[in-house]
């Protein structure tokens, strides 16, 4: 590992950076044309609905796009990154522009998820500032984490990662507000009616969305994940702990709450194996569609994109799907992006040249498409991933390895982004 790599470089201005890596004015300049483009048409979308909502009475029609999200206010490091044990006295700085940098110029946030503690590593917390604009907490907005008795929330471990991006000038995914999964044992034995439930959400969704849009409101959560994995692969609603309890409604209502509790913050539908088109995407699509003409107030779909060297959608595909979520005026996220290379059978150089193709076409899919907003991958370093304590088997799906060293995937998706 070297001194520099993974702190900032000694002269911080773009000029000094982008000459270091032979990118020229004119290029720049290309470069920053399509980024405001980008962020003129963020801005633009239409988000507002002309149907009537008739049957959400108290629903505001006109939906506000949070106006200074994109591009991302530009991080201050404060991590002592100079002094990291484990690097050794001196070395040539990493060649490689930094994601965020590059990323930057498209107007998109690139972010990671995160768990309180790891951001106490300053080798973790200095790669992690070194290269993203952005982090979602992995589980500690959870509802067994953050609400784990009917009167009582703990926001401790959400706090610290708020006040982190908030100390370093990251934005913050809220993730997430209503799911079936992660809940806690009061919820799964409580006997509640349904009008119990609904108020029971109610109460979560105003607590939590109100916790941190906090009295400042400075847009650090600027977007929440509000409904998670809802639909299921046949593209019907999945039959979840919701659905059980309060029905089909439970869905517009929680994003209702959640938009009462903070009118600025964008509120997004997040799924996954709907990246692609495919029976699942088009239930997706359907959903949100009905929402958008009811007035409800979604402003974009998140894309999970969990996936693997065999099964990752085409890019024609994703593009197809992007374009169509935009024609409806939403905004599209990759949010949770790992490449497990555990099921082909070649050597790992092999495997990890097939990932990075994988990571490439994500990338541009997104680029094509001026609604697509943010590219977060699910953790930073192999080391800490979830998906060999999930499949029980070792992977290797992030950006970077055990060691915190970059993979062949982080050069692609520079490459596509240059
Ligand atoms: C996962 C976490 O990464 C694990 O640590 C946890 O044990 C289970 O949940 N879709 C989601 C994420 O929306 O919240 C999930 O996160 C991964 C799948």
Known sequence: MSTDKYSRPRDHSLAAILAALGIDLLLLCLILIAGISRAIMISSLPLTSSATPAAIPTLTTVIKVYPTAFPPAAPTTTVPVTALPTEPAASTPDPRPPLRVLADQHGLLVGVAVAPWWLEDPQYAGLLLREFNAITPENAMKWDTIHPEPDRYDFSQGDTIVEFARHNGLKVRGHTLVWGNQLPQWMLEGKYTREQWIQILHDHITTVVGHYRGANNDHTVFAWDVVNESV???????????????????????????????????LFYNDNGGEGLNPKSQGIYNLVQGLVKSGVPINGVGLQMHTDTAVAPPEAELVANMKRLTDLGLQV??????????????????????????????????????????????????????????????????????????????????????
């Open 333 to 418: 996220q990759i949010t949770e992006m790992d490449v497990r290379v555990q099921y082909i059978n070649k050597s790992l150089s092999e495997k990890l040249q097939d990932q990075a193709g994988i990571y490439r076409r994500v990338m541009s899919a997104c680029l094509q498409s001026p609604n697509c907003t943010g590219f977060f991958t699910w953790g930073l370093t192999d080391r800490f991933s979830w998906i060999p304590g999930y499949t029980g088997k070792p992977d290797a799906p992030l950006l970077f390895d055990e060691n915190y060293q970059p993979k062949p995937a982080l050069d692609a998706i520079l490459e596509v982004l240059k």
């Open 232 to 266: 299921s692969k046949e593209g019907a609603l999945f039959d979840n702990f919701w659905l059980q309890k309060i029905g089909p409604e439970y869905i517009t209502l929680a994003f209702q709450f959640a938009h009462e509790a903070d009118p600025d913050a964008l």
